[in-house]
């Protein structure tokens, strides 16, 4: 790869911007955002080389097309990248897969695109949030890879295992109950936390003076941009709302068991909880 093209200067396309030119992977770099202020940021901060707001002639440019934008947003820019690829790789880095590769399904040039999810993040956004080092030892997941070109999925296995990520390979609809479970709930939870103490906040003055660490790390995801979230919640809604519906469930058992007073049935509950150890050192 020689140049690759960013469509998107948020926290995970800068974020790959500087560790693609880190490895050696690239040696320029465009980057395209709606946004002049991000451009301008972009290139302040030495994400990119360029920044532009022509999406098809950045992406004629390219041998690697990243699009980084809101689920909302993917659901328009994929296909117009599409349009305006010839050679080039493209690929998405978005946390919802059913509905947007429903949406570039026909598409002529619909094996140049390789789906995937790099399972890394923090609360923040913008440019400013962009990252050294994001993708070290965590996970990329691959999506439909047989819908993709044999050599388009061969180049971002390799680009990938350079950043020292994991691959996984799952089809849309396992991605999204898989994603639902054990990141969007976390979102959800960490707003709702969020919003249940700034409730009470306006009674009790002392709570956020009296808040520890843990109460913080809990809440950290409340930060996260609703731009980014809606359209997550949106697009994945019916796994979201089963998850939704068992952590519910769960919470009105452990209240139960609290309002009984069963010391021993809580006890048992928090030892199940505990079990999560052996899976998340």
């Known amino acids: 790869m020689k140049t690759v093209t960013i469509i998107g200067l948020g926290l995970i396309g800068g974020s790959l911007a500087i560790s693609l030119q880190e490895q050696g992977l690239v040696t320029h770099r465009i980057g395209v955002d709606l946004s002049a202020e991000n451009r301008q940021q972009a290139l302040a901060l030495g994400l990119v080389d360029e920044a532009s707001a022509d999406l098809a002639a950045a992406v004629r440019r390219a041998d690697l097309v990243v699009v980084a934008v809101p689920m909302d947003a993917m659901l328009t820019v994929l296909p117009q990248v599409l349009d305006a690829v010839d050679h080039q790789v493209v690929i998405d880095v978005g946390s919802t897969k059913s509905m947007l590769l ?3 399904a026909g598409h002529p040039r619909r094996g140049r695109f390789v789906a995937v999810h790099p399972m890394a993040g ?6 400013a949030a962009a990252v050294a080092g994001l993708f070290d030892d965590k996970t990329l997941v691959i999506c439909d890879a047989a819908q993709s070109d044999a050599d388009a ?3 971002v296995e390799q680009l990938f295992t350079r950043l020292n990520m994991r691959i996984e390979y799952l089809d849309a609809a ?6 639902a479970y054990v990141s969007h709930i976390s979102h959800i939870t960490s707003f709702a936390l969020a919003l249940t103490v700034l409730k009470k906040e306006k009674e009790e003055q002392q709570i956020f003076a009296l808040a520890s660490g843990g109460f913080a790390s809990t ?12 359209p997550i919640f949106r697009q994945n809604r019916v796994n979201v709302l089963d998850v939704l519906d068992e952590h519910i469930q769960q919470l009105q058992h452990l209240r139960q068991l609290i309002d009984a007073d069963d010391a021993a049935a809580l006890h ?9 150890s052996k899976i998340l050192k």
């Open 102 to 104: 429903a949406a570039v």
């Open 122 to 127: 923090t609360e923040f956004s913008g440019p």
């Open 153 to 155: 999925v061969a180049t």
């Open 174 to 179: 396992a991605h999204d109950l898989h994603t």
């Open 219 to 230: 809440v950290r995801l409340a930060k996260s941009s609703p731009a980014m979230w809606v």
């Open 268 to 276: 048992q509950q928090i030892e199940q909880a505990n079990l999560i």
